[in-house]
Nanobody, 116 residues
Framework: QVQLVESGGGLVQAGGSLRLSCAASGDTFSMHVMGWYRQAPGKQRELVAGITRGGTTNYADSVKGRFTISRDNAKNTVYLQMNYLKFEDTAIYYC??????????WGQGTPVTVSS
């Protein structure tokens, strides 16, 4: 069982930066894969980025070169550094985790709003 709590969302102007944090607690085996999803109104849920305990990462094409996912295994914390933000990045961002895939456990989400 894993508990995920996101923080760091807010309002930012286009071109700006924001860092999201996800504090995890529980079974560390269930945190082998962690990541960030986002959900915007009228759009499908999208996997933004994922990372394994060993540091292997993957990103959605829409955020490559702008976002960076990282994790501190000692602190059970995952981060999403978002740079050069666009209006299209506006969404609720969810921290996710799982032992084999990224989507078994979900946080409550933190909203990110990018003004144009």
């Amino acid at each position: 069982q894993v508990q995920l709590v996101e923080s760091g969302g807010g309002l930012v102007q286009a071109g700006g930066s924001l860092r999201l944090s996800c504090a995890a607690s529980g079974d560390t085996f269930s945190m082998h894969v962690m990541g960030w999803y986002r959900q915007a109104p009228g759009k499908q849920r999208e996997l933004v980025a994922g990372i394994t305990r060993g540091g292997t990462t993957n990103y959605a094409d829409s955020v490559k070169g702008r976002f960076t996912i990282s994790r501190d295994n000692a602190k059970n914390t995952v981060y999403l550094q978002m740079n050069y933000l666009k209006f299209e990045d506006t969404a609720i961002y969810y921290c996710t985790a799982g032992p084999y895939s990224v989507e078994k456990y979900w946080g409550q989400g933190t909203p990110v709003t990018v003004s144009s």
